[in-house]
């Protein structure tokens, strides 16, 4: 089974620094997707980034970026320029391609900005 | 864009009571997922169903069922209502076959059982 920890249970920067959420899987699989997703306080669940495993190259979304360490099982997401609508929890999810495809969620980061 | 469309938004029952939640799924995406989220808790996968056929089981009560329909929108249907099964419910659908297998969430569902 796979498992996703978020060792980050909050934290708070000022807006328009960079902030970097930490996540480390653990798997046996050799192919596979990470994720991650923000929950404002709507509880709306949205999809920020998506790295595949076969991809050395980290994936990047405007002021969203990751460090996509395959060897290490570690999956971290900067937020650059941080603004006051990124304050949310933000979950790291695990989906693996082979047979079921259910997403695999961390025990998510609570991130304030402060203005 | 469409997005992913979830009713009702808000529902509250008694306990031993029946509720009933639909989803309905972007237009063209082969699988719906059902996860459940707890106060406080991340999402919790319940089933997922790709070409309205059953392809995976989570931690679902036996007192809860689901089934995806012709038409490609899903109902997730909750019997024996008990306190604990309060929670936010969402339904999530996804591109697979050929897609990106990236899931997008609907609003979600808040049950609240009293």
């Known amino acids: 089974a796979q498992t996703v920890t978020q060792s980050q249970p909050e934290m708070s920067v000022q807006e328009a620094e960079t902030v970097t959420l930490s996540c480390t899987y653990d798997t046996s699989e050799s192919n596979y997707y990470l994720f991650w997703y923000k929950q404002p306080p709507s509880r709306q669940m949205i999809l920020v980034i998506r790295q595949e495993a076969y991809k050395q190259q980290n994936a990047t979304e405007n002021r969203f970026s990751v460090n996509f360490q395959k060897a290490a099982k570690s999956f971290s997401l900067k937020i650059s320029d941080s603004q006051l609508g990124d304050t949310a929890m933000y979950f790291c999810a695990f989906l693996r391609i082979q047979g079921a495809q259910k997403l695999v969620f961390g025990q998510g980061t609570r991130l304030t900005i402060n203005p | 864009a469409a997005g992913v469309i979830q009713s009702p938004r808000h529902l509250i029952k008694e306990k031993r009571e029946t509720a009933t939640l639909k989803c309905y799924p972007i237009p063209r995406h082969d699988t719906v997922y059902w996860y459940q989220q707890g106060p406080g808790q991340d999402p919790q996968f319940l089933i997922s169903?790709?070409?309205?056929?059953?392809?995976d089981k989570g931690s679902i009560p036996d007192r809860f069922s689901a089934q995806q329909f012709s038409d490609y929108h899903s109902e997730l249907n909750m019997s024996s209502l008990e306190l604990g099964d309060s929670a936010l419910y969402f339904c999530?659908?996804?591109?697979?076959?050929?897609?990106?297998?990236?899931?997008?969430f609907g609003p979600g569902t808040r049950l609240t059982v009293t």
């Open positions: 999530a659908s996804s591109l697979n076959r050929g897609g990106t297998y990236e899931q997008y």
């Open positions: 169903f790709y070409e309205k056929m059953q392809s």
